[in-house]
Nanobody, 124 residues
Framework: EVQLVESGGGLVQAGQSLRLSCSAS????????IGWFRQAPGKEREGISC????????YYSNSVKGRFTISSDNAKNTVYLQMNSLKAADTAVYYC?????????????????WGQGSQVTVSS
């Protein structure tokens, strides 16, 4: 199992941007997909983005498509989530994850590892 550590969360105003980072470590990092979930208070955990390390394909949920961009620096074993045009509804704990991406709007098929989470709060 790969170890994942998020950073970059914080408090921002609506309309502003924030970039999250996730550093991966471990000797068994063999998952194709790496990306992000989020969980808002009182809501279920939502898969929002996944990146295939095999071919670079990216996947996004409808709730973030067009505003968030996932990218990676494979040499540093780091994945990023650039979040633009943030809304109050984006307030959540954001979790880095590793597993298998899914198409058809599902974003994720299976999760093998989770980060501890990073709080993002968007004020209006």
């Amino acid at each position: 199992e790969v170890q994942l550590v998020e950073s970059g969360g914080g408090l921002v105003q609506a309309g502003q941007s924030l970039r999250l980072s996730c550093s991966a470590s471990g000797s068994t990092f063999d998952d194709d997909g790496i990306g992000w979930f989020r969980q808002a208070p009182g809501k279920e955990r939502e898969g929002i983005s996944c990146l295939s390390r095999r071919d670079g394909t990216t996947y996004y949920s409808n709730s973030v498509k067009g505003r968030f961009t996932i990218s990676s620096d494979n040499a540093k074993n780091t994945v990023y989530l650039q979040m633009n045009s943030l809304k109050a509804a984006d307030t959540a704990v954001y979790y880095c994850a590793a597993g298998t991406c899914a198409g058809g709007g599902s974003v994720w098929y299976v999760i093998d590892s989770w980060g501890q989470g990073s709080q993002v709060t968007v004020s209006s």
